[in-house]
Nanobody
Framework: QVQLVESGGGLVQPGGSLNLSCAAS????????MAWYRQAPGKPRELVAV???????NYADSVKGRFTCSRDNAKNMVYLQMNSLKPEDTAVYYC???????????????WGQGTQVTVSS
């Protein structure tokens, strides 16, 4: 059983900052990619940032220069530092991990339950 638990969401004023954390736990042999997605009301889920196992990170154009994704592989954690937040960043943010539970098993995607980020004055 693999669990991903996010934390760090909340209400922040425009221009403010938040730092999201996600911890993966359970039977994990190897994590390949760890990523953050978000979903605003009435919109499809979109990729915010993905960090590959070799520390290559890709960002959505809308967050480049404002958000920073980082990983602690020893702790199976991924973080999202969000600066200069805008009202359009308001969404539920989901953590995603692409991993195998045992070596030789199929790579699967796992998701956290989501954490609400609201940017409003």
């Amino acid at each position: 059983q693999v669990q991903l638990v996010e934390s760090g969401g909340g209400l922040v004023q425009p221009g403010g900052s938040l730092n999201l954390s996600c911890a993966a736990s359970g039977i994990i042999a190897r994590i390949y990619d760890m990523a953050w997605y978000r979903q605003a009301p009435g919109k499809p889920r979109e990729l915010v940032a993905v960090m590959h196992s070799r520390s290559i990170t890709n960002y959505a154009d809308s967050v480049k220069g404002r958000f920073t994704c980082s990983r602690d592989n020893a702790k199976n954690m991924v973080y999202l530092q969000m600066n200069s937040l805008k009202p359009e960043d308001t969404a539920v943010y989901y953590c995603n991990a692409r991993l195998v539970t045992t070596f030789g098993s199929a790579i699967r995607d796992y998701w956290g339950q989501g954490t609400q980020v609201t940017v409003s004055s």
